[in-house]
């Protein structure tokens, strides 16, 4: 994690000429056409009203645009993140977390102006960025917002907070407009992401697009006052008995990524949506899960936030790890 010398920051999608701007506009509604937004690629016609796997439409669809000060302390700061969920998902987890926003859609319509305008008032609001959760399905619209934005006055860092599900043909186009990546690592087997996520290679998938994120933006940045500015920050969700495998995503990280790169560890998880239904994720995690999680963070090299203070062991040795 590199720490700039002061607080000014130039976000990248400022540079993006307007041509080039335009360009990568034109290229992902062209992937919206016959849908290959996110790995699923189903081919809905989106731009003719077909609703694609994910719920995605031909508008935008926004569940909440608000401060929000639960993320990491690098991404939520003192003032606040400026937080974006979107309405529907690629994946279909059945512990889903949010799954009144990603299973059922709630949400409210919104045209490119009027989610630009959003954006900036965030900014007026002392937002320390634009953080954008589950974008993928919506990125065309998205990315119209924030050239719009840009013509506005927006100038803080665009965070792409994603479940790591992500096409390779996506994240190219998103070079330059987006300044931190904030994916997560979900799974290290695939039998686990199909059971619970209704993905096959999500494994394959979501390791492809960590490395093309890390290439695009590179290790965190944070300013003086400890807000993250550019980089990569990847999240891992512990789930009950092991099923996240947590110790072989953590040994890629620091193998193929490096142990420059931070890990949120997130202990949060509790049984929702469809899990009541599942014996191995119908309970909360345990202590010792989480524990084992973070030793497993430390035996790789690796430094992040834990976001959960209760799970720590009073005599367990954090002295080498630093946290963001």
Do not use: W
Not at 79 to 96: A, E
């Amino acid at each position: 994690m590199f720490k700039i010398k002061n607080n000014y920051f130039h976000p990248s999608y400022l540079d993006i000429s307007n041509e080039d701007f335009l360009s990568k506009i034109d290229a992902l509604y062209g992937l919206t056409e016959n849908c290959g937004l996110c790995p699923r690629r189903c081919g809905a016609k989106r731009l003719k009203g077909e609703k694609g796997l994910c719920g995605g439409e031909d508008k935008l669809k926004i569940a909440s645009i608000n401060l929000h000060f639960g993320e990491e302390p690098s991404i939520s700061g003192g003032s606040g993140s400026g937080t974006v969920f979107f309405s529907g998902c690629p994946l279909k987890c059945k512990f889903c977390q949010n799954y009144p926003i990603s299973r059922y859609g709630i949400g409210k319509y919104y045209d490119t102006i009027e989610f630009a305008e959003k954006m900036v008032e965030l900014q007026g609001k002392k937002a320390h960025n634009i953080n954008l959760v589950t974008p993928s399905h919506y990125m065309p619209f998205v990315a119209e917002s924030i050239f719009l934005a840009k013509t506005m006055g927006l100038n803080i860092p665009i965070v792409y907070n994603s479940s790591g599900y992500e096409d390779k043909r996506l994240l190219d186009l998103l070079n330059k407009i987006i300044d931190i990546y904030l994916p997560d690592i979900k799974y290290s087997d695939n039998k686990y992401a199909l059971k619970y996520s209704g993905v096959p290679d999500y494994v394959e998938i979501n390791r492809k697009a960590l490395k093309i994120m890390y290439e695009q933006v590179k290790e965190l940045r944070i300013n003086k006052d400890g807000i993250a500015v550019s980089g990569l920050l990847i999240r891992h969700l512990v789930l009950p008995q092991g099923i996240s495998g947590y110790a072989d995503s953590f040994k890629f990280i620091a193998g193929q990524l490096g142990i420059d790169v931070p890990v949120s560890i997130m202990s949060q998880y509790f049984p929702a949506y469809k899990a009541f239904y599942d014996d191995k994720i119908s309970v909360a995690i345990t202590a010792e899960e989480y524990s084992a999680a973070v030793e497993a963070l430390i035996d790789n090299n690796l430094t992040g936030f834990f976001q959960n203070d209760k799970y720590f062991d009073e005599n367990f040795d954090f002295d080498n790890l630093e946290y963001i």
